[in-house]
């Protein structure tokens, strides 16, 4: 089956720096990616939908200069946490929809992110 | 609109009995159901989908689930539980296709005992 790839898959850093996480379809061209964020024990709540070469779209409530989303390649999106804060702690998890497919998302593995 | 409604939270099953997990779903087209399972700090894996084809979906691992348009339900079963089975489980529905994020249930967390 397809794959996603997200990596770091865990980083700590403290209070006031900025995270990076990317996610990558590694054998198909994803025009649209998810960024989701999972609390402890919670589902999935979706943050922005990103596409390929145009500003990602965010759900309501998810501050777009706090998550700074970029989609530069088919194959790349990034989920940028811009001065983090404790409170920015969490589970996030990309999915990327493969244009063929009849609406099955793959999903990386996640990144879990402690801020200090 | 879509919505997705797992009805139980937490079920526990003894090893070697029946697993059922409870799923009520709502949306304005015909829908594409998915079940998905998380192991802990753990992505998703796809367990099934339904996609309009056979309303009987046969998944990996020995789970299938049975769309029932009447009953507006996509219910996770399993013959006989597993240790390795124990996870979180989500039920998800979607438009088929284009640019429409899933929508995901709650979850149910699955517990089997020994």
């Known amino acids: 089956g397809a794959v996603v790839s997200q990596h770091p898959s865990r980083v700590i850093c403290k209070s006031g720096t900025s995270v990076k996480i990317e996610c990558r379809s590694l054998?198909?061209?994803?025009?649209?990616m998810f960024w989701y964020r999972q609390f402890p024990k919670q589902s999935l709540m979706l943050m922005a939908t990103s596409n390929e070469g145009s500003k990602a779209t965010y759900e309501q409530g998810v501050e777009k200069d706090k998550f700074l989303i970029n989609h530069a390649s088919l194959t790349l999106s990034t989920l940028t946490v811009t001065s983090a804060h404790p409170e920015d702690s969490s589970f996030y998890i990309c999915?990327?929809?493969?244009?063929?497919?009849?609406?099955?998302?793959?999903f990386g593995e996640g990144s879990r992110l402690t801020v200090l | 609109a879509q919505s997705v409604t797992q009805l139980d939270s937490h079920v526990s099953v003894s090893e070697g009995t029946p697993v059922l997990l409870r799923c009520n779903y709502s949306?304005?087209?015909?829908?594409?159901l998915f079940w998905y399972v998380q192991h802990p700090n753990k992505g998703l894996q796809l367990l099934l989908k339904y996609t309009s084809a056979a309303t009987l979906v046969k998944g990996i691992n020995g789970f299938e689930a049975e769309f029932k348009k009447s009953e507006t339900s996509f219910h996770l079963t399993k013959p006989s539980a597993h240790m390795s089975d124990a996870a979180e489980y989500f039920c998800?529905?979607?438009?088929?296709?284009?640019?429409?994020?899933?929508?995901f249930g709650k979850g149910t967390r699955l517990s089997v005992i020994a």
């Open positions: 949306s304005s087209y015909s829908p594409s």
């Open positions: 998800v529905v979607s438009l088929s296709s284009g640019n429409t994020p899933l929508v």
């Open positions: 999915s990327a929809r493969r244009q063929s497919n009849t609406g099955e998302l793959f």
């Open positions: 054998d198909f061209q994803a025009t649209t």
